[in-house]
């Protein structure tokens, strides 16, 4: 994508400068300090430094990413396939990247407040829309069938405005076409919805268009393609012709979500779920959490909402989940960090800082807090254990994750660990004679750690493609997650699958809600705190929370695999629950194989 860029001799900068970049021909490039690796990056190059707004009254700017610009193409140089890119925190970040207002040290005429001179609220002019999201960077979709598809992609996000009246949607045209699915568009309908100080502006979250959409991905690979098309909060993309609208307009606010839906009225009967406690007023339940039912509307406490109360559980029956991922961010405000352990090298080696943001996302999915600020997680509050096995890029080894299995197998039940979640998936070519011993090594420790009282919980992955080629998603002791779609209707069309006809695979396969997912993530990578995202690994830590939630309502009180068992228990059974007297099924989602035997498995339910 191409790159606009501003002179860094002035103050201040508008919406659209602030995303495309502001152009620092000045910086020595050598002097940044690149990675051994990407060297190559200081020459032909010149330094562009992209903000986004901050303060109390969002005025000011703070740089957020530095990216090295071939001169001649004006687009981010590659190196072996890898972005010229530095974050604050590769660099000293006073001198790189200041702080908000404050320009930084070497280059002292960056512009640091934002300047508007134009209307640009987001009011009578656009259309309010529920959620939608899917997995990160772009997925395929079906063209609608109408003769103007962008125009019906359009209508049926006004048509589904009342269901969530937090949420914007806008028809932009490019400058120039987007490459979109086997084609390319020039129009583009965003989604979005209200942030920043009071909830005064907005923030786009999805680009759509017949055959392709696009959401946010703010890890470092996807930063700078995502403030292109979707801008940051209170600051509209740069790729339209015309100005997109970046805050809310006046006698606009924002109105809280639709409530969840009731507690089913005939649950499971022998035996009692953990006790329930509201939800405190100015939480924000994200859609997974609502979906699998771990938060409800009131009747089972004192409240509107209700939640998991874990203070409920038996002393010997709490316990700590392990996230194994990109590191958890320790001084978030939502979650409950007790520790961390890492097998990465020296630079990466930190458990609780985590530069991908992934882990942390993650982690508030299982456990946000239920304090009144930001959201509430699956099973709130519940203690988060870092195993940092994926670089501030999101890549890492499966020897590793075998070790951090190992690890929790000899020292996790001295720190009360009983649940593991991995939300990524590693791809093994069924054809290569590796193959099988590889499956059979990894899903040996996977069964050990079963055996041990210690439940596995895994993405599918996010290829469309059979779990059998993925691991850990193969292993027939691991609760292997697919993702369901926005609506919770039927499986993602991204989202990897177990083969129908493998009564083995679907056994060990289940689903959770994976699109338009918000969660938590660090400051340092959004100023919120929180971000959407979809895939898979957002689908799998809604089951790692309701398996935490089982162990510790005793349910769920032997082997991994037993766990396993009870939660399918659970699933199948809200298959056969109904809303009232009429009759009408409380789930509208079934496991039902689609076309090519695809098996995404039962919607997780959030009954213990």
Known sequence: MDLMSISAARRCANAPEINSGVAAKSVPMASLGWPTALAACSTGTYAVFVAQRCGNNFNLLEYKAIYAVTTATKQVKKVKGRECSLFPQQLDKAKWFGSCGVAPRAVSDMPTMFCNSFPNCAGGIIARTPP???AVAAESAAAPAAADAASSTEAAAAAAAAADPTRFTARVTLKRPLKCGDGSTTTLVLTGSACGPNRAFVQWTRAQAPGCSFVRDNSRTGFKSTLALLGSCGAGPAVS????????????????????????TNPISGWAPLARMPVVAGEDVPRGVAMVEAVTDGGACAGA????????????????????????DETHPDLSYVGGTSWLDAGEDQPGIDGFGHGTHVAGIIGAKNTGKGVVGVSPG???YSLKILDSYGNGVLSDAMRAIKWVIAEGPSKGIKVINFSLAGHVDPSKPYYQPMVDLFCGVCKEASDAGITIVAAAGNDNRNIAEYIPAVCPTVMTVTALDQDGARGASWSNYADASNAADKAHTFAGPGTAIVST??????DAGY??????SMASPHVAGIAANCIMSGRCNGTGADAMAKIQEAAQSRLNMVKGPDGTPWVTYTPTPVAGGKYYGYLVWSQF
Do not use: F, H, N, Q
């Not at 998991?308 to 958890?328: F, Q």
């Not at 993530?521 to 959004?526: F, Y």
């Open 521 to 526: 993530v660090p400051r340092s990578i959004m």
């Open 241 to 264: 012709d015309k100005i997109v609208p970046s805050d809310v307009c006046p006698g606009e606010p924002p109105k809280p979500p639709k409530p969840s839906p009731k507690p089913p």
């Open 132 to 134: 939608a999201g899917a």
């Open 382 to 384: 519940i203690g988060i």
């Open 305 to 328: 909402k209700c939640v998991d109360d874990l203070s409920d559980a038996a002393p010997s029956r709490r316990l700590i989940v392990a996230v194994a991922d990109s590191g958890v």
């Open 531 to 536: 971000l959407e995202l979809g895939g898979t």
